[in-house]
T-cell receptor
């Protein structure tokens, strides 16, 4: 029973364009969301997060949007660069719950030259 | 800079062997986690620990055990390795408490069981 779903296993985007990665969740108790980026043979690195009191958080080229009513979040990367090619994991947690986060299965992003 | 290190990047073991994967963090984090990553399955939590001597089962603890004797060190043990435990193993750490959900990951150990 997947609580965090990333329905697109892979995505290809032209360099310079916008990359949009999507994530859905089922647990309405989740109130904190994170995105991680992972290169092959390396551990995931934290990218950006958002709490449920916000609907948008921006950090440079990366913006995360949260739609609580739809239980949906998305990560926008503008403009996409070759170094953005990686696997992106969406994750969620409950602030008042245990200190663990639930990860989605990941989306592999390919930035095309 | 947070540093999480794992004892081996690559490991090859035989079926039935006892395997130890070590993880050390240098940021005085209370929480430590072990995950495995498999293609198409994402990151799955095996075990985690909030404090020394404490451990909690994650989503897939079967076939694994853990040890946390010191705050900075969290070990994952495969009592009798099997081929279905061939995977990438990732250790992570984080601060304890509300709002501290950013986890810092080690580089991973790619374990092959033959």
């Amino acid at each position: 029973d997947q609580q965090v779903k990333q329905n697109s296993p892979s995505l290809s985007v032209q360099e310079g364009r916008i990359s949009i990665l999507n994530c859905d969740y089922t647990n309405s108790m989740f109130d904190y969301f994170l995105w991680y980026k992972k290169y092959p043979a390396e551990g995931p690195t934290f990218l950006i997060s958002i709490s449920s009191i916000k609907d948008k958080n921006e950090d440079g080229r990366f913006t995360v949007f949260l739609n609580k009513s739809a239980k949906h979040l998305s990560l926008h990367i503008v403009p996409s660069q070759p170094g953005d090619s990686a696997v992106y994991f969406c994750a969620a947690s409950e602030i008042e719950g245990e200190d663990k986060i639930i990860f989605g299965k990941g989306t592999r992003l390919h930035i095309l030259p | 800079d947070v540093k999480v290190t794992q004892s081996s990047r690559y490991l090859v073991k035989r079926t039935g062997e006892k395997v130890f994967l070590e993880c050390v963090q240098d940021m005085d984090h209370e929480n430590m986690f072990w995950y495995r990553q498999d293609p198409g399955l994402g990151l799955r939590l095996i075990y985690f620990s909030y404090d020394v001597k404490m451990k909690e089962k994650g989503d897939i603890p079967e076939g694994y055990s853990v040890s946390r004797e010191k705050k900075e060190r969290f070990s994952l043990i495969l009592e009798s390795a099997s081929t279905n435990q061939t995977s990438m193993y990732l250790c992570a750490s984080s601060l304890f408490g509300v709002g501290s959900y950013e986890q810092y990951f080690g580089p991973g150990t790619r374990l092959t069981v033959t």
